[in-house]
């Protein structure tokens, strides 16, 4: 049978035709975002607007990053300024890299954007600095890049509060283990405290590591007499289905980790439905990411251990704040951190009554 081969010209063709498709749709989707600016600024506020910010997230349908707009918006209003959640009225999918080119090509005056440590986000950061468009990075840095600010928390201390959590829970393992009669985890051959941290693989491996150092050191420092071993788990982050697959293959394997600590939503979200599935309520701690309103349930329910977060609000309100400053006086602080809380049994109860409230 003849194999079929492509001629070197109808390969240049090709590469011709999808040159054009790709500019094409970047220049629908420039005239679109221009046209629902100007929608938005006469129409549905009835106002006009002394600046257009864009804000970019690898992920905005999360509650999360809905949160932090929210604040933004909120804050940007104030100061007779728009922000919009680029990308969430367009049909097609971008990814971040993708929105960065459509909103320096719009020409917007100031970009709000969730970092990632790319080489090629940290070249269009350059390229909107370089046409005098200031960024924002939110949460995770690209720390080499030329954005006029970073709003977050250092990952070295992410880390080491969640290596604090992790020996609270290790604590309570034993203690369920005595009550137990568990000889493997109090007896003279007492096993090695197992954690896993889920890393995803959408090219946050600067962050992760440096987290990873800090949950490592504070482990080390709490628990000079004990033994625990460490290691990371690569989540393919492409949809919510593969997470879950990734998730099901560690509950899957002989010895499943003592502690997981996620640091996304939908990991915890994950890992606590899987820790439910595979009947391993007690036996395993989760340490979670987030304050939703299922994590919060899991908390009380005592199925999650405890869960980190950023004031999501605050992270909105600061990166907007940032990008007034900047254009307002040419320059803002390098570097900005937002609070750090930790939700646990003691104090899970006023986050639900909040959340009770806001629906009201």
């Known amino acids: 049978m003849k194999k079929k081969t492509i001629s070197g010209k109808k390969l240049f063709i090709y590469l011709i ?25 006469d129409d549905s506020y ?39 959640l ?50 924002v990075t939110m949460y995770s840095d690209n720390e080499d890049s030329d954005r006029c600010s970073f709003v977050g928390v250092n990952g070295y201390t992410i880390g080491s509060e969640y290596g604090k959590q992790a020996v609270r829970a290790r604590e309570e393992l034993l203690r369920l283990a005595e009550a137990a009669g568990d000889d493997a985890w109090t007896g003279r051959d007492k096993r090695v405290t197992s954690v896993a941290v889920l890393f995803d693989d959408s090219g946050f491996a600067y962050d992760q590591n440096v987290i990873l150092s800090g949950i490592v050191d504070a482990m080390s420092k709490e628990m000079r007499n004990a033994e625990f071993e460490i290691r990371s788990v690569t989540v393919d ?9 990734s998730i099901h293959s560690v509950f899957m394997e002989e010895q499943v980790p003592d502690i997981f600590v996620c640091l996304s939503e939908l990991d915890t979200t994950v890992v606590y439905q899987a820790v439910v599935d595979f009947n391993m309520v007690g036996k395993v701690k989760i340490l979670g990411y987030y304050d939703s309103e299922k994590i919060l349930d899991a908390i009380s329910r005592n199925v999650v251990f405890s869960s980190l977060t950023v004031n999501a609000e605050e992270l909105g309100k600061i990166g907007v704040n940032a990008l007034v400053e900047y254009n307002e006086y040419g320059n803002t602080s390098q570097y900005v951190t937002a609070d750090l809380v930790i939700i646990d049994r003691s104090n899970v109860a006023e986050y639900m009554k909040k959340v009770e409230e806001d629906e009201e």
């Not at 982050?237 to 697959?245: A, K, L, Q, R």
């Open 17 to 41: 035709l999808t040159a054009i498709f790709s500019v094409a749709v970047l220049s629908v989707a420039v005239v679109y975002f221009r046209i629902y600016t100007a929608e938005v600024s």
């Open 86 to 135: 680029f990308g969430s009225n367009l049909t097609y999918n971008y990814s971040p890299e993708e929105l960065m080119e459509m909103a320096i090509s719009a020409h917007v005056d100031g970009i709000l954007v969730s970092g990632n440590g790319r080489e090629e986000m940290t070249e269009l950061i350059g390229r909107a600095a370089e046409q005098g468009i200031p960024v």
């Open 237 to 245: 982050s492409t949809n919510p289905f593969s997470v879950e697959e």
């Open 46 to 84: 009835n106002r006009t607007f002394s600046r257009y910010y864009a804000m970019i997230t690898d992920d905005y349908k999360s509650s999360f990053w809905q949160s932090v707009y929210g604040g933004a918006l909120e804050e940007a209003l104030e100061d007779g300024v728009f922000v919009e």
